[in-house]
């Protein structure tokens, strides 16, 4: 099965950058599709940007412009270069991974603000 294990969260100024990073388990993740996802208090979970195993990408349109997702396969990991970031991307970030069923992470915290 997969595990996810999320680094890279933290405290960042508006207009900073902050790169996650998810490292996952297993032989087969170059199959998984990968997604980011975010959760702000009140609000429900929401799709931030996935990448499937052929590469195709997609972002939220809140984040379009300013987030890239990427995969390396040969670590098993997947990326979430943000950049430009806003208070309002302030949230806990949760990697997960697609194939039949859903797979996530325990859930990073990053937080926007002077």
């Known amino acids: 099965q997969v595990q996810l294990v999320e680094s890279g969260g933290g405290l960042v100024q508006p207009g900073g950058s902050l790169r996650l990073s998810c490292a996952a388990s297993?032989?087969?993740?170059?199959?998984?599709?990968m997604g980011w996802y975010r959760q702000a208090p009140g609000k429900e979970r929401e799709l931030v940007a996935r990448?499937?195993?052929?590469?195709?990408?997609d972002y939220a349109d809140s984040v379009k412009g300013r987030f890239t997702i990427s995969r390396d396969n040969t670590k098993n990991t997947v990326y979430l270069q943000m950049t430009s970031l806003k208070p309002e991307d302030t949230a806990v970030y949760y990697c997960?991974?697609?194939?039949?069923?859903?797979?996530w992470g325990q859930g990073n915290q990053v937080t926007v603000s002077s």
């Open positions: 297993g032989s087969i993740f170059s199959i998984y599709t």
């Open positions: 990448i499937t195993a052929g590469g195709s990408t």
């Open positions: 997960n991974a697609y194939l039949i069923r859903d797979f």
